[in-house]
């Protein structure tokens, strides 16, 4: 369904058109629900009660019904649900606990991990958490992942050959809430970014990604569970006007928070509007493994050693650019055609967004040394570094290219 309010058409979006009555009046556009399998709903939200549909979600049938509930509440409801007593066993989520607290302590030598949207260090954060736990405990992952009601919300609303990741998020006593924002795919670039990618692609953005969270501990209000704002992911501008004062303001003043149970489970579409909130506890310990579920179709049809091309053509562009036998635009069609030229996915431990949302890109570092004339054998050496960061299961000491 298009919420969208009518204004001038055109195939791409500009932060400097977005307006807040708009996308007030969009917040306010829904009609109302009926959802036949939910418990309840709190301030807008769907609450579903696992317990009690052991028997829907083992079911072909209403299995799917349950499913397009979930769909419609994602897509055109609130944005969001959450499911109490995902794990109604809670024990695998204490050993989880466990390894994730041990796996914080020992990286924390290291010094603290980036955040996407909160200064770094003030929370504790495990990147590839998904990988991590699996190497390090085997059996406690698959008691953990063998829960039913992961795959059931992920099939809703990516279909059947999702990939799971995880990044385990910790918010201590009198940790501070994160800036408010939207999610991955174009929720993780610039505006500028963001708005040179047509209208269309906003809208397919949030049908790849599907955004969750399992509590590892009781999350009460004062905690900071998660602040979301019901209905946000309908306002179609919403990757290029996130970051506006005004908007941002508007959220700060009508977000709403659901209080969490060690075992629940909260799933999101990415284009709402979210943030971590501020733990304002003395004891609390706020854990939560943060589940990023990516569709099957986020992938292309063959492999590639794009790495292996770029060393490859680098010298040609090189020579081309200094001889004047090619314009900048001319080799960046050729990068674009030869480097990869997504940020993602990568390892965020050793390749971190220090300069903003994403890592620098094999594309972009191709363009960054024909700018600053590097020599083939120093790009070379830096292909090399890039690809290592962008690995696991290898030391992490850096290599000496």
């Not at 007030?24 to 036949?36: F, I, K, P, Y």
């Not at 499913?67 to 695998?92: I, M, P, Y």
């Not at 039913?148 to 799971?164: K, M, N, R």
Request: hydrophobic share 40%.
């Amino acid at each position: 369904m298009d919420y969208q309010v009518e204004a001038e058409r055109t195939s791409w979006y500009r932060e400097s058109d977005c307006s807040l009555s708009d996308f007030v009046t969009v917040l306010n556009a829904g009609r109302e629900r009926l959802l036949r399998y939910a418990a309840r709903s709190a301030q807008g939200i769907p609450v579903y009660e696992c317990l009690d549909l052991e028997e829907v979600v083992s079911s072909d049938v209403e299995r799917t019904q349950l499913q397009s509930e979930w769909v419609d509440v994602l897509r055109d409801g609130a944005g969001v649900f959450v499911l109490k007593h995902a794990f109604a066993d809670t024990g695998c989520v204490d050993e989880a606990t466990a390894i994730f607290e041990s796996i914080i302590e020992a990286e924390k030598k290291s010094g603290p991990a980036a955040d996407h949207f909160a200064k770094a260090g003030a929370n504790d954060r495990i990147w590839n958490a998904q990988e991590k736990l699996c190497v390090t405990a085997p059996e406690v992952f698959t008691r953990y992942f063998s829960n039913q009601w992961l795959p059931a919300a992920a099939e809703a609303w990516l279909g059947p050959s999702f990939q799971v990741t995880s990044q385990v998020n910790v918010v201590r006593p009198g940790g501070q809430a994160q800036q408010a924002h939207r999610d991955y795919h174009l929720g993780f670039q610039t505006a500028e970014v963001a708005a040179s990618f047509p209208a269309h692609v906003h809208g397919m953005s949030a049908f790849l990604t599907l955004q969750g969270a399992v509590a590892h501990s009781d999350m009460p209000i004062e905690s900071g569970p998660t602040k979301l704002l019901p209905s946000s992911q309908r306002y179609a501008q919403g990757y290029v006007a996130w970051r506006r004062p005004d908007f941002r303001e508007y959220f700060e003043n009508n977000f709403v928070q659901m209080p969490l149970g060690k075992g629940d489970a909260i799933f999101f579409n990415p284009a709402l509007f979210h943030a971590a909130g501020s733990n304002r506890t003395s004891h609390v310990q706020r854990m939560a493994n943060l589940l990023q579920i990516s569709s099957a179709y986020g992938r292309a049809m063959e492999v590639v050693n794009r790495t292996r091309m770029s060393e490859t053509l680098y010298p040609v562009l090189r020579h081309r650019l200094m001889t004047g036998n090619m314009t900048e635009f001319e080799a960046r069609s050729v990068i674009a055609s030869c480097a990869e030229g997504y940020s993602f996915p990568t390892n965020l431990d050793r390749d971190p967004p220090v300069r903003g949302l994403a890592p620098e890109s094999q594309g972009q570092m191709m363009l960054r040394a024909l700018r600053e004339d590097w020599e083939p054998a120093e790009f070379a050496r830096a292909l090399a570094k890039h690809a290592w960061r962008r690995g696991t299961g290898e030391s992490d000491n850096l290599i000496d290219y």
